[in-house]
């Protein structure tokens, strides 16, 4: 009887040890996330590889006010070859895009004040039956309240557009940026910045005469209002 009680006055302290310890006992702290890494920049040139020449950058830089643009990964980024290419297969299956459709270049300039400074470069495509008094047409540049587009007709044999049915590409502009200079004062540098990247993409397609498009961003037609 003794022995007994003593064995289970043992296994009583035991236990009573082993709760306290479980107790008192710390756990380990939770380990701190990682830090996001900090966004890449770059010279407008580099955005949407291909798509801006010297004067569409310069005039890029003018829009947004600053001259470092955030480079984004390859999953977000455009190039002038992915642009080429969409704009092909959407010839080849007759499939269409509305102006805010199609592939998107976005062009972010470094945060200022708490807002970042950007752009939207909208670029579109279509079969385009043309008619006898459409042949002979150029380029048209048109502008709205808060945005500008290009238009202009490709016949490329690498696309296998023609005259008769090109490929017409359609590229719109927005400036999304906050207190910007206004629509009016920055106009001339919206059309620098279309006219730079369809000039590319009219190269990149093989589009006889460029489109039409002119060397200089000054030599398209004047803008009309949008109907």
């Avoid at 035991?14 to 310890?21: D, E, I, N, Q, S």
């Avoid at 200022?112 to 459409?134: N, Q, R």
């Avoid at 990149?204 to 209002?225: H, I, M, T």
Wanted: net charge neutral; glycine share 12%.
């Amino acid at each position: 009887m003794i022995a007994a009680y003593r064995r289970f006055h043992m296994l009583g302290c035991g236990f009573a040890v082993l709760v306290l310890a479980t107790g008192c006992s710390t756990s380990e702290p939770s380990a701190k996330p990682e830090p996001k890494p900090e966004p890449a920049y770059g010279s407008a040139v580099q955005i949407c590889q291909g798509l801006f020449g010297p004067e569409g950058a310069a005039a890029l830089e003018r829009v947004l006010d600053s001259t470092e643009f955030r480079l984004r990964d390859e999953t977000y980024d455009l190039d002038l070859q992915a642009v080429g290419k969409g704009l092909q297969g959407r010839y080849e299956t007759g499939q269409g895009f509305g102006d805010l459709e199609g592939e998107m270049c976005r062009a972010s300039g470094r945060p200022k004040a708490g807002s970042v400074p950007y752009a939207e470069l909208w670029i579109a495509g279509d079969k385009k039956h043309v008619g006898a008094g459409e042949k002979d047409r150029g380029p048209a540049v048109i502008h709205g309240a808060n945005r500008m587009h290009l238009r202009y007709n490709c016949a490329s044999p690498r696309v296998g557009s023609t005259d008769d049915l090109p490929l017409q590409i359609r590229l719109t502009f927005r400036d999304k940026r906050d207190g910007r200079k206004g629509a009016d004062v920055l106009r001339p540098d919206y059309v620098a910045v279309m006219h730079s990247a369809a000039l590319a993409i009219a190269k990149d397609l093989g589009c006889q005469n460029s489109g039409g498009l002119p060397d200089r961003s000054e030599d398209l037609p004047a803008s009309v209002p949008e109907a």
